[in-house]
């Protein structure tokens, strides 16, 4: 469901000479639309163009667009006197025609006939003559079955929700039901312009109000504002609103963040955007917020202090018990409290960030609540404030119902950010209720519980906050296994491939660690065949200690497995057998990993090319 997937796809589907057609056809309907209205004399006043082009309609612009609008047709008003027009590959002989009629400009089919030979209108320099798309993927792929088989393969390369739980840490995998994801591909959803009339789109202000409020309600806040596309650009929204809450205070010179060591990397990063200056707050041996340290640093920044940021429960898996003292010693300090919401999925039905100390929290929309993530979006990170915040959310020049006209301004190009998703989180709220969404945190609770409880027998279990307990997520700890056996939290989250589970979270947030999150998606059956993998690897582990597997000659070493591996020469020191079936289980649903062990940092630091080289087109 990626959008850059999508894209991608598109481009490999209709390769460079397909993308080149389209790009034709939607020009030349731009420029038949074009002298259809030069021949009534309506000057069209943009010189060159692609697929939009201005009109110049002297006192008759609003007509002219309430006309086309009335027909189905959106033109945009630039002023009372200029209309514009974009056309696109879906553009058709009739909708050229209704936009004519829109100018009254009378018309028939035969006309379009006449000016269909219309002469380009692009600049020279403009028209591309360099190739495109020259990998053989862009040239393999022209019928819908060869594009399905294709696409096949690929999710056959893939470790997805699909085949096994995805345990990583602080990312929230659970289910995206198919009930909830079916909606966004109607049309009533899929078919909206972003900068639609906001007349024309009832239904989605609709949803997105009552997505907000439930949001506020699950929250403990009084706003929310669902323009941020990800967590860290809510993150951004969050602190340019306490900024501008200091602002309007007249408290000038607060720009000091206080940011807790074990905070997830955006939240620097966020605080660097919005203008602030990152101070640390140490964590103590049990991984929590330092309070000695943090009144320290209170009283040493207390009249530049504009916020802390704090992730609840915090990143190291735990319900930190000092929350509300740090969030009252901030605010007495004139600071205000964020807390990231990212971990909500330990809170939803529980506790409320709006009524425990907190001013302001971001939402994982595609965490929490079940939009797809991974690869980079289409996120939703709603940004949720207390009253004296809300004048401060973000909002739109182009689209006054986007937020408070007091707010500092648009923190995404479109006016409700990732707004075709949103039937997603809205499906997910209806189809639970409170009382459902209570019961997946506590069995989201439970599992971490139970996963931690099992694992420690042969892990240690980092952090524990009361009762020994975890919240939604547990980080073990390889730290003195890797310093006695050489194995590393890599081996084993490679070697976890071949048993046909995705890797937990590596070396987040310490390193030298796993963060495992089981969510309520997962059943007890499937917890216990990740449990009976881990306890597997950890007697593998057991064998390189004592030496009876070499530390390089090992499966640990070597995995993960490809079944090229398995049937060339073999001349290892363990089976086949046990490379590729390491449980007896394992052989009921066999992920064969595309490629073996590959060095990860290295791609992380090099640029790779990895198209054939230009020598491989030579005729
Ligand atoms: C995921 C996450 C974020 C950032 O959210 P994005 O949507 O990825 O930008 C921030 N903080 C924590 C603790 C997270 O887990």
Not at 481 to 497: N, P, Q
Request: charged letters at 20%; one cysteine or more.
């Amino acid at each position: 469901m990626l959008l850059a997937v999508a894209a991608g796809m598109y481009a490999v589907y209709h390769g460079p000479g397909g993308l080149t057609d389209i790009a034709d056809r939607v020009h030349r309907t731009a420029v038949v639309l074009a002298n259809g209205l030069r021949r009534q004399g309506i000057p069209v006043l943009t010189t060159t163009f692609f697929d939009t082009f201005q009109v110049r309609v002297e006192g008759a612009a609003h007509d002219v667009v309430s006309r086309a609008a009335a027909s189905g047709i959106n033109l945009r008003l630039v002023d009372a006197d200029t209309v514009a027009i974009a056309c696109d590959e879906t553009t058709s002989r009739a909708d050229v025609l209704t936009v004519w009629q829109a100018f009254g400009v009378e018309a028939t089919d035969e006309r379009l006939d006449r000016v269909d030979d219309a002469t380009p209108e692009l600049a020279d320099a403009s028209w591309r003559t360099s190739t495109f798309l020259t990998h053989p993927v862009f040239h393999a792929y022209r019928s819908e079955t060869s594009m399905l088989r294709y696409l096949r393969t690929l999710s056959d390369k893939d470790v997805a929700l699909d085949r096994s739980m995805i345990p990583l840490g602080s990312c929230t995998m659970k289910l995206n039901a198919t009930t909830e994801m079916e909606p966004i591909s109607w049309p009533e959803f899929a078919d909206i312009h972003p900068f639609a009339p906001i007349e024309q789109a009832a239904g989605y202000l609709a949803l997105i109000r009552q997505l907000e409020s439930w949001l506020a309600d699950v929250t403990g806040y009084d706003a929310v504002s669902l323009q941020p596309n990800a967590g860290s650009q809510g993150e951004l929204a969050g602190l340019l609103a306490i900024n501008a809450f200091h602002a309007a205070n007249g408290d000038v010179g607060r720009n000091v963040c206080l940011i807790p060591a074990s905070a997830h990397g955006t939240n620097a990063a966020s605080a660097a955007m919005a203008g602030q200056r990152v101070v640390v707050v140490a964590c103590d041996d049990a991984g929590n917020i330092d309070l000695g340290d943090l009144r320290a640093k209170l009283d040493l920044h207390a009249a530049k202090l504009a916020a802390i940021m704090i992730t609840y429960p915090s990143t190291h898996g735990v319900f930190e018990s000092t929350v509300a003292e740090v969030c009252a010693a901030v605010h007495d300090a004139g600071g205000q409290v964020y807390v990231d919401g990212a971990n909500l999925n330990a809170l939803v039905g529980l506790a409320r960030p709006g009524r425990f100390g907190a001013d302001v929290s971001h939402l994982n929309l595609h965490k929490t609540f079940c939009i797809p993530h991974g690869g980079g979006g289409p996120g939703v990170g709603p940004v949720a404030v207390r009253a004296h915040l809300a004048p401060f959310l973000p909002n739109h020049p182009l689209a006054a119902e986007a937020g408070p006209a007091t707010g500092p301004g648009p923190v995404a190009g479109a006016p409700f950010g990732s707004a075709g998703v949103l039937p997603i989180p809205w499906a997910y709220i209806r189809l639970m209720g409170l009382d459902g969404l209570t019961r997946a945190t506590q069995v989201a609770i439970l599992s971490a519980n139970y996963l931690a409880r099992r694992l420690a027998a042969s892990y240690p279990v980092l952090y524990t906050g009361r009762g020994g307990l975890v919240a939604h997520e547990c980080i073990i700890d390889l730290r003195a296994i890797t310093k006695e056996s050489g194995v590393t939290v890599d081996d084993v989250a490679k070697r976890l491939i071949d048993y046909g589970f995705h890797a937990p979270t590596m070396s987040f947030p310490v390193a030298g660690t796993l963060m495992i999150e089981p969510t309520e998606s997962e059943g007890l059956d499937e917890l216990d065949r990740f449990v009976d993998a881990m306890v597997s690897i950890r007697a593998e582990i057991a064998k390189v200690a004592s030496g009876e597997w070499s530390r390089e000659d090992n499966p640990l070493h070597n995995a993960p497995h490809t079944a090229e591996s398995i049937a060339g020469a073999w001349d290892r020191g363990y089976s086949r057998d046990l490379a590729a079936y390491p449980l007896a289980s394992v052989r009921k649903a066999k992920y064969w990993p595309p490629v073996s062990r590959i060095d990860g940092a290295y791609g992380d630091r090099n640029l790779v090319c990895s198209c054939p080289a230009p020598s491989a087109y030579e005729s």
